[in-house]
């Protein structure tokens, strides 16, 4: 299910409830007394406030009607009383306000701490997710989910407690005063008014939530494809597609636009509608106030103050209309958020999950089945045991599966058939976490954060010293390149590395995984996208990477694996040849072809430079 198509679902009745079941335990959680406290506190300013604010217009009223009803030699009792009610008024409002900002300021704290931890679950869940789930989404859509959720978060927590409920309860109260105080016709006409201005509302802003959710579609696309672009920026360089590149964002950004202005329009028809409604309203009310105060029924204070509570109830309402629409999206925007934490992380650990121990790094392929999808098996009852202190290369053409093995061994899919053991544990059996510590990777492209060297290196053992930092740059062959560089070890290397060369970047590479310093080494191409002269000096620091582990190489240059302790051919998901570099030579198979073809490539471009 796309986000869009859950976006719709979450909107549903069930959908609603189910999201505001998931936020409940964040405002009332369990065995958090601090924060019930506080939740309690902001109801009670939030009541007091109410109080203060309905109270206010009998001020108002008293005051009018002292001044209205003053005689001549009387003046100075009815000025001294209107002055003294101007001034209870004023106190009532200045508390209303005070009472209300004091619940925003002992709330704010809880509403924070939920958002805090929401985002930390969705982020840690996401790091959960299978390597599956990622390469089938997109990043930059991904970040907007969570980015648009936790403010729906935000919205939900600050607006429907504090603005909605309090807005039911005034409204309830006013009408129980216009019913005692006036006449039953009062309360039943602002009845009908609200009534008719809240269905509008719903009507119209249901059929806005579906242009909404277009935009939402539309913003998520046009963010993705920039995202794209800039991580691309040198592929787009290469190919001169800056323009055609602009044209995908701007395609992006015209169906925004599109559904934009369609938000724009609908909302200058709900607020018309709205004003409308509310208008209506208030003028029948007011018209039956001045006929009382005509007939003399009521006087001119009683006017007033009818006006200043249909004031206070329209003006919220008028902001309900926009909260409605909020609350709906956020509803919506909450509705993917949950969506995606519901979304089942394809491998966890057992129950009974233990810690890997690790004697000396024994690894072994059991007649190993799997694929990606069940129709197109990649490997196909593959059996491979690496020793202890051994090195095993594996090569084959593209797509018989030898980076599939390295995914496998770090648990990023599971097997379908047999079994893959380490030191006779079945990586099935024993947590992710402690599979991970033991294993080191040299992929074929090593991508750095956007920090500097020292954070990259130090990537591999955060507890690690500067000493034992700079140990592992040494060894790696990249400390005497750092220190020429301005900031040295404190120099920023841009994002995914990109103010390094290929080279640097692996080395960095090499020495964060030195310093992790396990006993399983799973080298990916690791040398594959460099050129030859690099890809040798590197070697070295990979062979003296390799002493004393176990290392697995999935290696597209045969050259760089000649001296394994043995050498496993694969094609099309299964071992076609296994042995040493000389004995698979004078075999004559499918590694010779592959070696006598790849030496006279090399030959050739050496005459071309020569030449």
Do not use: C
Not at 260 to 279: D, E, R, Y
Not at 336 to 348: R, S, V
Not at 476 to 485: E, N, P, T, W, Y
Request: hydrophobic content about 45%; aromatic content about 8%; overall charge neutral.
């Amino acid at each position: 299910m796309s986000h869009t198509e859950a976006g719709a679902a979450g909107g549903g009745r069930k959908g609603t409830l189910r999201t505001i079941r998931r936020i409940l335990p964040y405002l009332w959680p369990k065995g958090q007394v601090w924060v019930k406290r506080r939740v309690v506190a902001s109801l009670v300013a939030l009541v007091l406030a109410q109080v203060a604010s309905l109270t206010t217009p009998f001020f108002y009223k008293a005051a009018v009607d002292s001044l209205v009803g003053k005689s001549h030699d009387q003046v100075w009792l009815f000025t001294i009383g209107a002055i003294g009610l101007t001034i209870a008024y004023g106190i009532g409002r200045l508390f209303n306000v005070g009472f209300g900002e004091l619940r925003d300021a002992i709330f704010v704290r809880v509403g924070q701490r939920a958002l805090r931890q929401l985002a930390l679950e969705t982020f840690t869940h996401i790091h959960r997710l299978s390597m599956r789930y990622h390469i089938t989404r997109k990043t930059g859509g991904l970040s907007r989910v969570i980015e648009r959720g936790v403010k729906g978060v935000d919205f939900l927590l600050r607006f429907t407690l504090f603005s909605v409920g309090p807005l039911v309860l005034q409204l309830i109260i006013v009408l129980t005063i216009f019913a005692s105080l006036f006449s039953v016709w009062y309360a039943l006409v602002v009845l009908i008014s609200i009534t008719a201005y809240v269905l509008f509302t719903f009507r119209v802003t249901e059929w806005r939530v579906q242009i909404r959710r277009e935009m939402n579609t539309q913003d998520t696309d046009a963010n993705q494809k920039a995202i794209d672009s800039l991580l691309n920026f040198e592929t787009v360089k290469y190919f001169g597609a800056e323009a055609r590149e602009a044209m995908r964002y701007d395609g992006a950004m015209e169906r925004y636009e599109a559904a934009a202005v369609k938000t724009g329009q609908s909302l200058s028809f709900l607020n018309f509608g709205q004003a409308l409604l509310i208008t209506l309203g208030l003028v029948a009310v007011m018209v039956m106030a001045a006929l009382g105060v005509q007939q003399g029924k009521l006087s001119v204070g009683d006017f007033v103050m009818v006006n200043a509570y249909m004031m206070q109830i329209t003006q919220p309402l008028g902001f309900l209309g926009t909260v409605y629409r909020e609350i709906r999206q956020s509803l919506i925007d909450m509705s993917d958020m949950f969506d995606l934490l519901d979304q089942p992380a394809e491998i966890i650990d057992s129950p009974d999950a233990k810690p890997l121990k690790v004697a000396g790094g024994d690894v072994l392929l059991d007649n190993v089945f799997f694929g990606y999808e069940a129709a197109r098996p990649i490997l196909k009852g593959v059996t491979i045991h690496v020793p202890a202190g051994h090195t095993v290369a594996i090569v084959g053409p593209s797509g018989s599966g030898k980076s599939t093995i390295g995914r496998l061994l770090f648990r990023f899919y599971e097997v379908t058939g047999g079994a893959l053991k380490i030191d006779g544990q079945d990586v099935r059996d024993v947590t992710q976490d402690s599979l991970h510590a033991q294993i080191g990777v040299v992929p074929q492209d090593t991508v750095l954060f956007n920090d500097t060297v020292i954070y990259n290196i130090a990537y591999g053992r955060p507890t690690a010293s500067p000493a034992e930092i700079e140990a592992a740059a040494r060894a790696a062959k990249i400390h005497d390149f750092i220190m020429s560089l301005p900031e040295g070890y404190q120099t920023k290397v841009g994002e995914r590395g990109l103010k390094l060369s290929g080279g640097e970047k692996q080395r960095v590479g090499i020495a964060r995984t030195l310093l992790k310093n396990p006993p399983i080494l799973l080298l990916d191409e690791a040398t594959s996208a460099l050129d030859t002269q690099t890809e040798r000096d590197i070697q070295e620091s990979l062979k003296a990477m390799g002493q004393g582990r176990t290392v697995i190489t999935i290696a597209h240059r045969l050259s760089t694996i000649a001296d394994a302790d043995r050498i496993v051919v694969l094609e099309q998901g299964v071992i076609v040849e296994e042995g040493r570099h000389d004995d698979l030579l004078a075999r004559g198979g499918r590694y010779a072809a592959m070696w006598n073809r790849q030496s006279s490539e090399v030959e050739e471009e050496g005459e071309e430079a020569a030449a």
